[in-house]
């Protein structure tokens, strides 16, 4: 299993420019959720979904839309990006309630994103 | 609302010595709490979670709802060991609530 992957590894954009994050797990997960990390701020919650074709905000959701058409994938957009969305972006998945009790997340390895 | 407190963003020990990593929560119900860490460069994986009382790497965590900590101790650093830690919170057993709450993370360095 390859786990949670987040394609692509590393991004430079341009104020005002557009691009799609992708996130995909194949653990079977019924959640999934977006971060961003910054230095001397943690991990904070951008978007989760807690069902194919369901999505909600998190702790720091303007700037950002996702999308969640199929379970095994999270997609977040930035529709026009400004530099104060330079951050390294994660990904993470866990099973729900239903299916296990832990909610423990995994992890992808980041997207590092600069907006110059 | 929950909170997730790591009053050190740094703190640096020497090879062989204890090291002790604070969190500190905020929560009126039964919280779920866990240690991430995250090696240089890395994903973030799960250390330990407090309803598990196990022993990961050496390092072991105690849940004190008295004093609403969640400390991280492991009496003999490594090298290995520097990295980035994170205290999170899950509000609450079971039911609906599935979002975690990270501190801001405490970046330890062992050295040599």
């Known amino acids: 299993n390859a786990g949670v992957t987040q394609t692509p590894k590393f991004r430079v954009l341009k104020t005002g420019q557009s691009m799609t994050l992708l996130c995909a797990q194949d653990?079977?997960?019924?959640?999934m959720y977006w971060y961003r990390q910054d230095p001397g701020m943690g991990l904070r919650l951008i978007h989760y979904?807690?069902?194919?074709?369901?999505?909600a905000k998190g702790e720091v959701p303007d700037g950002y839309n996702v999308s969640r058409l199929k379970k095994q994938n999270f997609l977040l957009g930035l529709e026009s990006a400004a530099p104060s969305q330079t951050s390294v972006y994660f990904c993470?998945?866990?099973?729900?309630?239903?299916?296990?009790?832990?909610?423990?997340?995994?992890f992808g390895p980041g997207t590092r994103l600069t907006v110059t | 609302a929950q909170r997730v407190t790591q009053p050190e963003k740094l703190l640096s020990v020497f090879k062989g010595a204890p090291v002790e990593l604070k969190c500190n929560y905020s929560y009126s119900g039964s919280p779920e709490l866990f240690w991430y860490v995250q090696y240089s460069r890395q994903r973030l994986q799960l250390l330990l979670r407090?309803?598990s009382r196990e022993s990961i790497k050496g390092f072991t965590a105690d849940l004190n709802k008295g004093e609403t900590s969640f400390h991280l101790k492991k009496p003999f650093a490594q090298e290995e060991d520097s990295a980035m830690y994170y205290c999170a919170l899950r509000g609450g057993r079971g039911g609906s609530n599935y979002k975690l709450t990270f501190g801001k993370g405490t970046l330890l360095t062992v050295n040599p």
């Open positions: 979904s807690v069902g194919e074709g369901t999505t």
């Open positions: 653990m079977n997960h019924e959640y």
């Open positions: 993470a998945s866990s099973y729900s309630h239903r299916q296990l009790s832990s909610y423990e997340q995994y």
């Open positions: 407090h309803i």
